[in-house]
């Protein structure tokens, strides 16, 4: 697992890839993040692999708790799989959002 930093488009991927759906209850709509294995146990803040989107009611009812190993071990599973998704996602869309900065910046002019 490696450290990246979790950025509102890292977000917006990770909501995107589990069609914003709460990964605990799956009936409610995401409206955060949260650390499967929490950060006082070893849960790195900003790595991807240990983040799940899920709703502030499940959030608040897990709090610093762990989860089932059988549970948690499917929920890391997916979420090592949305890492990867979300990396490469990223990667494609980086050249793009630097060209946009640069050519609204007027940095880069284009001739006709």
């Known amino acids: 697992m490696c450290r990246y930093r979790v950025t509102k488009v890292v977000r917006y991927f990770i909501h995107e890839y ?10 409610s709509p995401s409206e955060t993040l949260d650390h499967v294995v929490p950060l006082y146990e070893n849960g ?10 899920c709703c502030n009611k499940c959030n608040q009812e897990k709090g610093k708790q ?16 949305c890492a990867k998704v979300v990396r ?20 880069i002019k284009i001739k006709h």
């Open 88 to 107: 490469k996602q990223v990667q494609n869309i980086g050249p793009m959002i630097t060209f946009s900065i640069l050519f609204h910046s007027g940095k």
């Open 44 to 53: 790195l803040r900003g790595n991807m692999e240990n983040l799940v989107p």
């Open 66 to 81: 762990r989860l089932e190993e059988h549970v948690e071990n499917e929920i890391l599973e997916k979420a090592f799989t």
């Open 18 to 27: 589990y069609n914003c759906v709460c990964v605990y209850c799956k009936t």
